[in-house]
């Protein structure tokens, strides 16, 4: 129970804890690029933390009532919606471009960008959030589990919470730039694992069509084993995913990364500077 409670807990942290770093790097990089006339704030992080453990909390505690929702599919259709929301954010976020010229009013392209961070970061605690929770309270209801399962979580969580630190302070400390190109990469590929989880989510749900497998690396890989759930973390590494989970995936990434930020930051960014 001790070593599953780390890897889990790991696992759930670690992904709610790299998007966090992306988006607070990103915010970061509009305030240095554009100054005090970009108004994002590094407040609505505390929002969307608040208000995701609440709702983490809530949809925790009405699971079992929705699991039991379409035929006991529920569960998976709401998460699938969950990702789907989730993903409709990270799609405007990266396709929000900026203009070069900034009144003293709040821009409302700055508004949004705002709106959509608070639903990415509050949607992805929920997600997260509730499966630590519904985890934590089933297995601690056996007394002698108690012990393993809350020290194991409290150290997979450390380590959760070490690494997207790390990924932040890695991020901010190289040049503007990299930074920049760095983290939309990292949210290309967190779009892709949301659309290939929903492909997954509603293809066990009946409503999307079983499709073969595109590959199998569960030999070289299992996706139980500590490096196989930290790669999910970060890309979605999934041992056997369909075609249409790999399709979904390749196309999610494919939108980003034609996106007008990632035409901006390909050679300069928004040509402000020559070197960023």
């Known amino acids: 129970m001790f070593i599953n409670s780390v890897i889990l807990l790991l696992q759930e942290i670690l992904e709610a804890a790299l998007l966090i770093s992306v988006l607070l790097v990103i915010t970061n990089l509009y305030h240095t690029i554009w100054g005090r006339s970009f108004v994002l704030r590094q407040t609505w992080i505390f929002y969307a933390l608040v208000l995701g453990c609440a709702g983490a909390w809530l949809y925790a505690i009405v699971t079992p009532t929705v699991s039991e929702w379409f035929d006991y599919v529920g569960q998976e259709i709401m998460n699938s919606l969950i990702h789907l929301i989730s993903l409709i954010f990270l799609i405007i976020l990266s396709c929000v471009l900026p203009s070069n010229h900034f009144v003293d009013q709040p821009s409302a392209r ?73 983290c939309l990469i990292l949210l290309a590929f967190i779009c892709g694992n949301m659309a290939s989880q929903i492909v997954m989510l509603l293809s066990q749900a009946d409503l999307l069509p079983y499709t073969p497998i595109a590959w199998d690396t569960a030999s070289l890989l299992p996706e139980n084993s500590i490096p196989g759930r930290l790669l999910y973390a970060f890309i979605g590494y999934e041992a056997t995913p369909s075609i249409l989970q790999a399709v979904c995936y390749g196309l999610v990434m494919l939108v980003v990364m034609v996106g007008p930020l990632v035409r901006m930051a390909w050679p300069r960014i928004l040509g402000k500077t020559k070197e960023l």
């Open 110 to 182: 700055a508004r949004l960008m705002i709106v959509s961070m608070v639903v990415i970061v509050l949607l992805a605690i929920i997600r997260e959030g509730s499966e630590i929770i519904l985890y934590l309270t089933g297995v601690t209801s056996e007394s002698e589990n108690v012990v393993p399962v809350l020290s194991g979580s409290v150290i997979g969580a450390g380590i959760g919470l070490s690494c997207g630190v790390i990924l932040y302070y890695t991020l901010s400390n190289l040049r503007q730039a990299w930074a920049f190109r760095m």
